[in-house]
């Protein structure tokens, strides 16, 4: 694990409590020195303070994905609103977590991202899926290729975070059906981060905006209190 941040005091402690929890742990105090371990020595996973001196969290993140680095990136910030995550969600980033944070909920994130991402990790079984094919999966107007990880709404494809295609996935296998919450930060996120949590609704938003368009419904339906529901009216 790589581990950037730029407060002495806030990495070595979370340093000692990742050491505790199992993991093996490089800590840098800014960008350039986190680029340039991942690039030698590319870690399981990042974990990035956003604010950070020279190149910041967010900078690092956009250069990895650039190279095409999908390594599993949390991010740390200190930046509670809504359009400050997603730009992080925007850079690449996998999930964040807001300063001041439990130490606990650092590790549920980081077991959450690295199971997704471990290839001894069972697929998760969908349900009621509507399928045109082996290949693709269909739900109000909406094509999705699993395989290829690829996305259209019509004719136009869709450029989505490996999170939002997992989330998109759920939704159209599941067209019509409600899903709760804690179904869905289960199926995606393999943790249920409570009532209080906005990481769902950050991304619901963040997807909403790349598959609404000019002249088309909205697909995405909040259903108050419960979840959420895709369907085409």
Request: a negative charge; one cysteine or more.
């Amino acid at each position: 694990m790589l581990l950037a941040e730029d407060d002495r005091a806030i990495r070595h402690a979370l340093e000692r409590a990742l050491a505790l929890e199992g993991y093996q742990v490089t800590a840098v105090a800014d960008g350039v020195e986190a680029l340039a371990h991942a690039h030698k020595n590319p870690p399981d996973v990042l974990v990035l303070d956003v604010m950070m001196p020279g190149i910041d969290g967010l900078q690092v993140c956009r250069v990895l994905r650039a190279e095409g680095d999908r390594t599993p990136i949390l991010m740390l910030t200190a930046l509670v609103e809504t359009a400050d995550r997603i730009a992080g969600l925007d850079a690449g980033a996998d999930d964040y977590v807001v300063k001041p944070f439990d130490v606990e909920e650092v590790f549920a994130r980081l077991r959450a991202l690295l199971r997704r991402t471990s290839p001894e990790a069972p697929a998760p079984v969908p349900e009621a899926p509507k399928q045109v094919s082996e290949r693709y999966v269909e739900g109000a107007g909406l094509r999705m290729d699993p395989q290829a990880r690829r996305a259209w709404r019509g004719g136009r494809e869709l450029e989505l975070t490996r999170t939002e295609f997992e989330l998109l996935e759920l939704l159209v296998r599941n067209a019509g059906i409600v899903l709760d919450h804690s179904t869905i930060y289960d199926r995606i996120w393999g943790y249920d981060f409570g009532p209080g949590s906005k990481n769902l609704a950050v991304y619901v938003g963040y997807l909403r905006r790349k598959l609404d368009q000019p002249g088309s419904p909205q697909l995405i339906h909040t259903i108050r209190g419960v979840g959420y529901v895709l369907r085409a009216d």
